[in-house]
Nanobody, 125 residues
Framework: DVQLVESGGGSVQAGGSLRLSCAWY????????MGWYRQVPVKEREGVAS???????IYANSVKGRFTISRDNARNTLYRQMNSLNSEDTAMYYC???????????????????WGQGTQVTVSS
């Protein structure tokens, strides 16, 4: 069975950093684009960073220069380093895997096949 399990969320002050991890089971990274997505109440879920099987990365404009997505294939773990956090980064964060792409990117939530359970990140000012 496919599983994605996030960890590393929590509370941090504005300007601080957090690293999120996502362990995956049941599939190989070679056939899936993987990404991080976030959602706040009353807003749609949005993609923030993705990495494809060739290690090409794409970032949403709102996180460029602050977030870094990476993957450790030996550990079946996806990471996201988040720096210079601000209150607008407060959200539930999900990792996900997509076998296909929508619009050439798996940042589009419509491309996602599997979701993790989510981990909350709260940034206080």
């Amino acid at each position: 069975d496919v599983q994605l399990v996030e960890s590393g969320g929590g509370s941090v002050q504005a300007g601080g950093s957090l690293r999120l991890s996502c362990a995956w089971y049941g599939f190989t990274y070679r056939t899936y684009c993987m990404g991080w997505y976030r959602q706040v109440p009353v807003k749609e879920r949005e993609g923030v960073a993705s990495i494809d099987p060739d290690d090409n990365t794409i970032y949403a404009n709102s996180v460029k220069g602050r977030f870094t997505i990476s993957r450790d294939n030996a550990r079946n773990t996806l990471y996201r380093q988040m720096n210079s956090l601000n209150s607008e980064d407060t959200a539930m964060y999900y990792c996900a895997a997509a076998a296909g792409l929508v619009g050439g990117t798996c940042l589009d939530v419509r491309s996602v096949d599997y979701w993790g359970q989510g981990t909350q990140v709260t940034v206080s000012s």
